[in-house]
């Protein structure tokens, strides 16, 4: 059997290893940390269990569909459940809206907030639901190698929804800032302003809306283990913490891939590590792209991370929180047009203990805090502090729950951390946002160009951020290596 060697086992990772074994090559993930999962890393202390990454199950159709390529069902390697409500938007003091987990309401929510708004957003999710379904069918699922990847008879009707953005799209008929800013907030997860996604994604919408939240049982990383274990069945092998530090090349080929631990032959490689970090492993003679052009690229929001145990159950919460109690636009402009520490930042607050009690010891909670910034912050522990309590006590401000003396411990993770645990282009947290210029043939290439059994995967390439895409790219990079070696 032919060899082929993964790099890293984030989402892409595993499922380009899983496409490969089961085509018949002999696969071999190397990972440069202690456990499997990439960013869906689990972190464990005194009986608390922390998801370190991912935490919002949406897109459910691309996981059933990754697995049903296997002949297998997501319920045969995790339990799902979905959750009711689906989140939770805090806006100011007691002021908040609970997105329900069926449409209809979800309608009925938005007419009971703004008279006339409910057919507007009925019209506005069938477009949703439209773009979904062609996304899925024509546009995600192709290696972004030709512009007529992006060009049917649907594609085509919806031109004017490449070059209109989000922000148009939902400000034309809807006035409320609040139910403006829960339409805008899907697209976050695609890594840029809604006034810089093209309108077409709005079928983030359709994921949010349309098809629910829903939650892993024992979190996002016991996808990555029910991944795991798909491969395992499928006789990929895995290394873990082994770093590789050379890829090296003769002629057009890769000869071998040198890690901390020894060195191995390959016929293929395929790196889901960061593609820009991958580059560094490779003369810079053989490499796609320079330095200067990782710098020029809009990245997605980097993070500042906060894992947290408590004594005490939470009281006034649910499982996702989102706090809009501030100026969206102006955090954004930190993020992305002068980047710097935000004055006021919008952040996310996750109890995923509240649904699942196997996470925390019993009458206890843990609780996960998300804050976009910059990436190429400078930070410090100061810094992570400062934000930490700013939280704690915007939390206090606008439910009444005081969680600050109810803190058992912590730890907080930030761009640097992002750099050294995932070698991170940047301190990205999320890959490269999908604006107009990013999208399909002008991200990154999945083959390189110089050496022809090198291949890349994973949300700096086709089709972006999330791990539903990530999923989508180990698929995509496989089928396109077996379909040059036919």
């Not at 395929?270 to 492993?281: F, K, N, P, R, V």
């Not at 607050?349 to 196997?358: E, G, K, M």
Request: glycine share 6%.
């Amino acid at each position: 059997m032919k060899k082929v060697i993964v790099i890293g086992s984030g989402f892409s990772s595993l499922a380009s290893a899983c496409y490969m074994a089961k085509a018949g090559f002999d696969v071999t993930v190397l990972e440069k940390n202690e456990q499997i999962g990439g960013r869906a890393s689990l972190w464990e202390k005194e009986g608390f269990k922390f998801d370190m990454g991912p935490s919002w199950y949406w897109m459910p159709d691309i996981f059933e569909k990754f697995f049903s390529d296997f002949s297998k069902k997501v319920s045969d390697y995790y339990e799902l459940e979905k959750l009711s409500p689906a989140y939770r938007v805090y806006f100011g003091e007691n002021d908040f809206i609970d997105i329900s987990d069926e449409p209809e309401k979800i309608i009925a929510k938005f007419e009971e907030v703004e008279p006339g708004s409910g057919k507007h957003l009925q019209k506005f999710m069938s477009d949703a639901k439209k773009n979904y379904e062609i996304a899925m069918q024509d546009l995600v699922y192709n290696p972004g190698k030709s512009i007529l990847e992006l060009v049917s008879l649907e594609t085509a009707k919806r031109l004017p929804l490449f070059v209109q953005n989000i922000s148009q799209t939902v400000r034309k008929n809807i006035k409320n800032p609040k139910l403006r800013s829960i339409l805008e907030f899907p697209v976050l997860f695609l890594g840029a302003k809604p006034s810089e996604t093209p309108a077409f994604y709005n079928f983030m919408n359709h994921a949010d809306f349309g098809m629910g939240t829903w939650y892993p049982k024992g979190g996002f990383n016991a996808v990555a283990k029910g991944m795991e274990k798909l491969a395992t069945e499928l006789g990929v092998k895995f290394q873990l913490n082994e770093n590789v530090l050379k890829i090296e090349t003769e002629g057009n080929l890769v000869k071998n891939i040198k890690t901390d631990k020894g060195n191995y032959s390959a016929d293929i490689l395929i790196s889901g590590a960061d593609y820009a970090h991958t580059e560094t492993l490779l003369n810079e003679n053989v490499r796609n792209y320079s330095g200067d052009y990782w710098q020029k690229k809009v990245f997605a929001p980097s993070s500042f991370l906060y894992y947290v145990a408590f004594d005490k159950k939470i009281e006034k919460l649910q499982h996702h929180n989102l706090f809009f109690d501030t100026d969206f636009e102006k955090h954004a402009e930190d993020i992305y047009d002068k980047p710097k520490l935000p004055v006021k930042p919008l952040f996310y607050a996750n109890f995923s203990s509240i649904t699942d009690l196997d996470l925390a010891p019993e009458g206890k909670e843990i609780g996960f805090f998300l804050i976009p910034v910059a990436v190429d912050l400078e930070e410090s522990e100061e810094i992570h502090e400062h934000f930490f309590n700013l939280i704690l006590e915007r939390i206090k401000k606008n439910t009444g729950e005081d969680l600050k003396p109810h803190v058992l411990f912590k730890r907080s993770f930030g761009v640097q951390d992002f750099k050294e645990r995932y070698n991170s282009c940047r301190g990205n947290a999320y890959g490269l946002a999908n604006t107009l210029l990013q999208t399909s043939i002008l991200r990154p290439q999945i083959d390189n160009k110089k050496i022809k059994n090198l291949f890349y995967t994973g949300q700096l390439t086709v089709p972006g951020p999330g791990v539903p895409p990530a999923l989508i790219s180990g698929k995509v990079v496989t089928d396109y290596i077996l379909k040059k070696l036919k």
